[in-house]
């Protein structure tokens, strides 16, 4: 199974917030056994070590995202994916668009994000952590 998951279930994850960190440990885990194929979109990498800046130095963020890289593939931002994004009017947010795009390009059979209703017009279904790993069982 191929997913992409999205940025909230990645700071979930190194944010330890609760009450989602635990199903996003159990997704990363999955990537890092090897049991799900997951991606991350390319921009996601820049914008949690962004968000992150004020929790965690430099150093920690570095770290984090260079294990990430090591179980997922990353799914990089091209012309051709941004101007899909721009010409898309079923999204009203570029950014969950841009999600969408990499999660296409990747053959993604979900994204993983805990924000469903910003991809209500995705080609590749959302589903949220609990309902994904509940499924997978």
Avoid: W
Avoid at 29 to 39: A, H, Q, S, T, Y
Avoid at 52 to 60: C, D
Wanted: proline content about 2%; aromatic content about 8%.
């Amino acid at each position: 199974m191929r997913v992409l998951i999205d940025t909230n279930v990645l700071i979930d994850y190194i944010a330890n917030r609760a009450p989602y960190a635990d199903d996003a440990e159990k997704i990363i885990v999955l990537c890092k056994d090897n049991r799900i194929e997951g991606c991350v979109a390319a921009h996601s990498m820049m914008n949690i070590f962004y968000i992150l800046r004020k929790s965690m130095s430099v150093s920690e963020r570095k770290t984090f995202l260079f294990s990430l890289s090591q179980i997922t593939e990353i799914i990089g931002i091209d012309r051709q994916k941004i101007i899909n994004a721009i010409v898309n009017h079923d999204f009203s947010d570029f950014e969950d668009c841009l999600q969408a795009e990499c999660a296409k390009s990747f053959s993604a059979d979900f994204i993983i994000t805990r924000n469903v209703n910003d991809f209500e017009n995705s080609e590749i279904k959302p589903i949220t952590p609990d309902v994904f790993l509940q499924n997978l069982i």
